[in-house]
């Protein structure tokens, strides 16, 4: 059983940027992988960024550029720098810490871009 607990959403105009958190209850390093997703109204769950625990990362094709996903395995957080948001980006974020194939997600923080 891995706990997650995500941060640092809210409220922010268009072209700004937030920086989103995931505190994770076991060492990030032993993870299959660490991953963003969000979650818009009305729509699926979609793969923001991913990162290993190799430290390989990758990104959804519209997030490229603009987001940044981080971590410090010291103190088992992953980090998300969310730059030049849009409307589109309005969603629920969250961060998933997968294990032996098992996803462990956490309550989800709200990022609201509007302005």
């Known amino acids: 059983q891995v706990q997650v607990v995500e941060s640092g959403g809210g409220l922010v105009q268009p072209g700004g940027s937030l920086r989103l958190s995931c505190a994770a209850s076991?060492?990030?390093?032993?993870?299959?992988?660490m991953a963003w997703y969000r979650q818009a109204p009305g729509k699926q769950r979609e793969l923001v960024a991913a990162i290993t625990g190799g430290g390989s990362i990758n990104y959804a094709d519209s997030m490229k550029g603009r987001f940044i996903i981080s971590r410090d395995i010291d103190k088992n957080m992953v980090y998300l720098q969310m730059n030049s948001l849009i409307s589109e980006d309005t969603a629920v974020y969250y961060c998933g810490a997968f294990l032996n194939s098992e996803p462990y997600w956490g309550q989800g923080t709200q990022v609201t871009v509007s302005s």
């Open positions: 076991q060492n990030i390093f032993r993870m299959d992988k």
